[in-house]
């Protein structure tokens, strides 16, 4: 498949993931086990939408690296930004996630991505 197929059914079931989220809140009481369920869910909708998201910016703005190396960055970008969705959700949902914390997290995240670009150049 080409990198736009691979963005459009990304796309697509970033939508469907949503809504599937969005049903399971409402179809399900909250218990520990539905808690860790909604986590999973909530950091596989961000991934689905956060690379083909990362991947128009990244070929609007970044230099390029080819058809597997954009795709890569791509995908490292995304799974990055719901890492760290995931890992602020759980803390919120703990009562854990001041805002300073999550600033730290998100920094973290950005510093690593920060690598990643200098280590490439």
């Given at each position: 498949m080409r990198n736009r197929?691979?963005?459009?059914?990304?796309?697509?079931?970033?939508?469907v993931v949503w809504a599937?989220?969005?049903?399971?809140m409402?179809?399900?009481p909250p218990s520990m086990v539905n808690q860790v369920v909604f986590e999973v869910m909530f950091a596989g909708a961000v991934v689905c939408s956060m690379v083909p998201v990362s991947?128009?910016?990244?070929?609007?703005?970044a230099p390029?690296?080819?058809?597997?190396g954009d795709?890569?960055?791509?995908?490292?970008?995304?799974?990055?930004?719901?890492?760290?969705?995931?890992v602020l959700m759980a803390l919120h949902i703990m009562d854990m996630l001041p805002p300073e914390r999550a600033l730290v997290l998100v920094a973290i995240v950005?510093?690593?991505?920060?690598?990643?670009y200098i280590r490439r150049r």
């Open positions: 197929s691979i963005m459009v059914v990304l796309a697509l079931l970033s939508l599937a989220l969005l049903t399971f409402q179809r399900q991947y128009a910016l990244n070929a609007r703005f390029p690296l080819g058809l597997v795709m890569n960055r791509s995908l490292r970008q995304g799974l990055l930004a719901g890492l760290v969705g995931g950005v510093l690593l991505e920060l690598l990643f």
